[in-house]
């Protein structure tokens, strides 16, 4: 994926071989934060000036600006998947919220 990230917020990046340009998009949000240019340099800054436009607008209606992520995930997974990751977890001698903090930080970076 083609991706730039400012703030601590991602965006992913796009070409549209029909208008010639580049689309990004801020990803994890619900509020739709989406900019376009020309250029690499002008999406970059596009990028920076979306998001801070965002985040004042947030600041002058006195709301929390949504954040990518809360650092909370709720799963639903298969019991043996469960019961396997809870042995993972206690034979590398770690609680399984550890351990799973381990496991998706290796698939997001892969």
Same mark, same amino acid.
């Given at each position: ?14 070409? /549209?071989?029909?208008? #010639? ?16 240019? #020309? ?13 801070? /436009? ?57």
């Amino acid at each position: 994926m083609n991706s730039m990230g400012y703030k601590g917020y991602t965006a992913r990046i796009e070409f /549209d071989e029909r208008d #010639d340009i580049f689309v990004g998009r801020v990803l994890g949000m619900r509020d739709i934060i989406s900019f376009h240019a #020309d250029s690499v340099a002008e999406l970059r800054a596009q990028f920076h000036l979306a998001l801070d /436009d965002y985040l004042a607008d947030c600041a002058e209606r006195g709301v929390s600006p949504e954040k990518p992520a809360s650092g909370k995930v709720m799963l639903r997974i298969r019991p043996e998947v469960h019961a396997a990751a809870t042995i993972a977890a206690q034979a590398a001698g770690k609680s399984l919220n550890q351990w799973a903090d381990e496991v998706f930080e290796r698939a997001a970076q892969a």
